[in-house]
């Protein structure tokens, strides 16, 4: 009896664990009504497994004063997850390594890069790009380096 219980008890885990990889990871994304490349974004976080839930909004700058993005760091969406920002088009990749990170905000890839996830253009190839950090003492740490290709 106590055996089967344990069993179900790991099992149970198990199911857990699978619904994670399955896509459980919940994000909140705030956008403004029109951007398409926001909604590809969205597209690209929900391909890799995110339950997105999809904010759209009046006065993203206010949005983003809020969420305590430097201006500096400024794209166009801009993502909550665990407490903190995911600006612009971050990789799906490195939302999930900055679940691991405690000492960050937040992370952003500034600006609208060519090439990044949801910034995909026909024919055309990527331009580099890099992952920047907001340390909890308001610096900027380089998070990923993407070549161009
Ligand atoms: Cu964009």
């Known amino acids: 009896m106590k055996h089967r219980l344990r069993l179900a008890a790991l099992s149970a885990l198990f199911i857990t664990?699978?619904?994670?990889?399955?896509?459980?990871?919940?994000?909140?994304?705030?956008?403004?009504?029109?951007?398409?490349?926001?909604?590809?974004?969205?597209?690209?976080?929900?391909?890799?497994?995110?339950?997105?839930?999809?904010?759209?909004?009046?006065?993203?700058?206010?949005?983003?004063?809020?969420l305590g993005v430097a201006p500096r760091l400024?794209?166009?969406?801009?993502?909550?997850?665990?407490?903190?920002?995911?600006?612009?088009?971050?990789?799906?990749?490195?939302?999930l390594a900055l679940r691991k990170r405690d000492d960050l905000l937040g992370i952003a890839a500034p600006g609208m890069p060519m090439g990044s996830p949801g910034m995909e253009v026909d024919g055309m190839g990527a331009e580099a790009f890099q992952i920047i950090g907001l340390t909890r003492d308001g610096r900027d740490v380089l998070v990923a380096d993407y070549p161009a290709r």
């Open 17 to 66: 664990s699978l619904a994670q990889a399955a896509g459980s990871i919940d994000i909140d994304v705030h956008r403004d009504a029109n951007c398409g490349c926001c909604k590809k974004w969205i597209e690209h976080l929900q391909a890799n497994g995110f339950n997105v839930r999809d904010h759209v909004e009046a006065d993203m700058s206010a949005v983003k004063q809020r």
């Open 74 to 95: 400024g794209s166009c969406h801009t993502a909550v997850i665990d407490g903190k920002f995911v600006e612009g088009h971050v990789p799906a990749e490195q939302v």
